[in-house]
């Protein structure tokens, strides 16, 4: 049980905190002479701080999380009475809630077939990418294990996560990093002109041919795998240009190439269909997906694979290291699928998906009305709840707004209590992206709240 009396004491909690807590993607150093904020309650899609301060969370949890909202009792009831009954037993054994997620999960995702849980994004892509080098060993002795992955996506906080970031300013400080990891172009159209050759027509098509380019100069017998966020997300909320996924689903057959989509993000939901690859009509060998699964509820994280990728890892029981010898310990904790089902019960008789795709429209037709006004918006661009405004000093140049304006913008939002995000410590000289990512349940109202917000911000920051 918590210590109540200290819990209702916030200057006690607040000590303990500036005494003990190292927090996330934070520097500390300004604790000395302020208060850490400390979020102490969620409802629907506000929550409240230890100072009693309210607020309309519009990025889900701080990072594109809880998809469903707080305070969802269905999902705490789950998790509850599947711990009581079983809480935990490793993953090399099976279990009901482990099990029917899988299915249910599969039945979201035609061609798909396999669920390998674990705890984590960064853990779901680093099986990927030892499933495809364990692969290149099994199937091309061992030579067919470089693994491309695209400028401005992320894909985790571990080093072979890390190996194939594309943020360099989450990467500094943090090498030497795996070998094998090989970067190709992003493929943002607003930034085209930063791209040598890149045509006015037909980017998508372009943008997908650049990678072709990285894979005949790395040597195709070399690649065994590309990937991708189907939307990127924390390297400016890119969506893929016509025509791009096509050409990249051609390539990747083309070359033997194993595509692995990291849905950590846009997985469950977050753009209005149950996975963000499921708009642009391609077929993945890899799914891997975490934030969204429970809408944090509970630890949980998928590498979902086709059947023929599972069937390669199935051998004569001689061969004692034919298998995939990978094990995820909190994989077998019970909680996660238990409120998975739930979360994923929720989505569809909500009907959350509709209303992301209607809520997405309203939010990004308030934000061109906010470009229409506020000429420091370069562009905006997202999919269903997941959207993005870049800020820059000039229209013409596109010269992007420093980053202390664009901190200034969030910090002026919370003040008027509703949260926003913005891209930092990911791009050098392009962290200049306002991200929002409210929960699948918002209202007319909470959108129409988020963006006054932003628009009162926007006047005072750049009047």
């Known amino acids: 049980m918590i210590d109540t009396v200290h819990a209702n004491d916030p200057s006690a909690v607040i000590e303990a905190d500036r005494a003990h807590v190292w927090h996330h993607l934070t520097q500390h150093k300004p604790f000395e002479t302020v208060d850490p904020r400390i979020i102490v309650e969620g409802r629907g899609m506000r929550v409240w701080d230890i100072k009693g301060k309210e607020y309309l969370d519009a990025v889900s949890g701080g990072v594109w999380t809880v998809n469903v909202g707080y305070g969802r009792e269905s999902i705490v009831r789950a998790i509850a009475d599947q711990l009581m009954k079983l809480n935990y037993f490793a993953q090399s054994a099976g279990s009901i809630p482990g099990s029917i997620f899988a299915q249910r999960l599969i039945d979201k995702m035609p061609g798909m077939s396999r669920v390998y849980y674990c705890n984590s994004g960064s853990e779901a892509n680093e099986k990927a990418f030892k499933m495809i080098r364990q692969i290149a060993y099994k199937r091309y002795g061992g030579k067919k294990y470089k693994i491309l992955y695209r400028e401005r996506d992320y894909h985790g906080s571990t080093l072979a996560a890390m190996s194939a970031g594309g943020q360099d300013e989450r990467n500094v400080q943090y090498g030497p990093f795996a070998p094998g990891f090989v970067r190709v172009p992003h493929c943002l159209e607003y930034r085209r002109h930063e791209q040598e050759g890149a045509p006015s027509e037909h ?10 380019q990285v894979i005949l100069r790395e040597g195709p017998d070399t690649v065994g795998g590309l990937c991708l966020e189907p939307v990127t997300a924390g390297g400016g909320v890119i969506t893929p240009p016509d025509g791009y996924w096509e050409k990249v689903q051609e390539i990747c057959r083309k070359y033997d190439i194993l595509l692995h989509i990291d849905e950590v993000v846009c997985g469950l939901g977050r753009t209005g269909t149950w996975f963000g690859y499921q708009h642009y009509g391609i077929q993945p060998d890899f799914v891997t997906m975490a934030k969204g699964v429970a809408s944090g509820y509970a630890a949980i994280a998928c590498c979902v694979t086709t059947e023929a990728v599972f069937e390669m890892f199935k051998d004569d029981p001689s061969d004692k290291l034919g298998y995939f ?25 909500e009907n959350l998906l509709e209303n992301t795709r209607k809520m997405g429209e309203r939010l990004m037709n308030n934000l061109h009305e906010l470009m ?18 870049e800020l820059v000093a000039d229209r013409s140049t596109k010269e992007p707004v420093e980053e202390a304006k664009v901190a200034a913008v969030v910090a002026e939002c919370a003040a008027q209590g509703v949260i926003i995000g913005a891209s930092n410590r990911s791009v050098p000289g392009r962290n200049n992206v306002l991200c929002l990512s409210p929960a699948l349940i918002a209202t007319p109202d909470d959108i129409d709240e988020i963006t006054t917000a932003m628009d009162r911000a926007l006047t005072k920051v750049f009047s």
């Open 372 to 389: 229409s006004r506020h000429r420091v918006i370069g562009d905006v661009r997202g999919k269903g709840l997941f959207c993005g405004a």
């Open 325 to 349: 010898r990978d094990i995820s310990t909190f994989g077998g904790c019970t909680a996660g699928p238990a409120a998975a089902i739930e979360n994923m019960r929720i989505i569809e008789d």
């Open 203 to 212: 980017y998508g098509e372009w943008a997908a041919d650049q990678i072709e």
